[in-house]
């Protein structure tokens, strides 16, 4: 009987929860870019609201930087003016909603091309996205970007220093 017990309550909780439900998916917001902040945060243009959206994952040199004007034109060329899918989890202290930006139906992250191209690091202290942080050891492999420097300095540690 002790055995049947949680077995029974499991059936029951698991029972209760819409099998059409798909649990992976994140919500998602679809609009354009309307103007880029730095690399790693956009406006975006959704129906009649603009929503500032920081990327995920990453964390892009700041302006002052060494490839942080870089990192904003590549986005700029990338996502200005094109139609993006936001899949975000949530917002950040500031109030920027924070997620992963996809162009169009192609299915290009923003967030891992600027890991790819060397002008991002993987942001540890927020991701658990182990993938993301084999693209940032492929372009430190191939010193793409910030890699190329011999004393790059994370963005996080940057922004202390310079209170």
Same mark, same amino acid.
């Given at each position: 009987?002790?055995?049947?017990?949680?077995?029974?309550?499991?059936? +029951?909780?698991?029972?209760? &929860?819409?099998?059409? %439900?798909?649990?992976?998916?994140?919500?998602?917001?679809? /609009? $354009? =870019?309307?103007?880029?902040?730095?690399?790693?945060?956009?406006?975006?243009?959704?129906?009649?609201?603009?929503?500032?959206?920081?990327?995920?994952?990453?964390?892009?040199?700041?302006?002052?930087?060494?490839?942080?004007?870089?990192?904003?034109?590549?986005?700029?060329?990338?996502? +200005?003016?094109?139609?993006? &899918?936001?899949?975000? %989890?949530?917002?950040?202290?500031?109030?920027?909603?924070? /997620? $992963? =930006?996809?162009?169009?139906?192609?299915?290009?992250?923003?967030?891992?091309?600027?890991?790819?191209?060397?002008?991002?690091?993987?942001?540890?202290?927020?991701?658990?996205?182990?993938?993301?942080?084999?693209?940032?050891?492929?372009?430190?492999?191939?010193?793409?970007?910030?890699?190329?420097?011999?004393?790059? &300095?994370?963005?996080?540690?940057?922004?202390?220093?310079?209170?």
């Amino acid at each position: 009987m002790k055995r049947i017990i949680p077995i029974f309550v499991s059936i +029951l909780l698991f029972g209760c &929860i819409p099998q059409s %439900r798909n649990f992976s998916s994140k919500p998602e917001m679809r /609009g $354009t =870019v309307s103007d880029v902040i730095d690399g790693d945060t956009i406006y975006v243009f959704v129906k009649t609201n603009t929503i500032k959206v920081r990327l995920s994952d990453i964390d892009t040199p700041e302006k002052k930087q060494p490839y942080g004007l870089e990192a904003k034109d590549f986005v700029i060329k990338t996502a +200005l003016g094109k139609i993006v &899918i936001v899949k975000y %989890r949530g917002k950040d202290r500031y109030g920027r909603i924070v /997620g $992963t =930006v996809i162009i169009g139906t192609n299915d290009v992250s923003i967030n891992q091309e600027l890991l790819k191209s060397g002008l991002a690091y993987w942001y540890r202290q927020y991701s658990t996205n182990q993938a993301l942080g084999i693209l940032e050891m492929e372009a430190k492999t191939n010193k793409l970007g910030i890699w190329s420097l011999t004393n790059s &300095i994370p963005p996080w540690e940057w922004r202390k220093k310079h209170k």
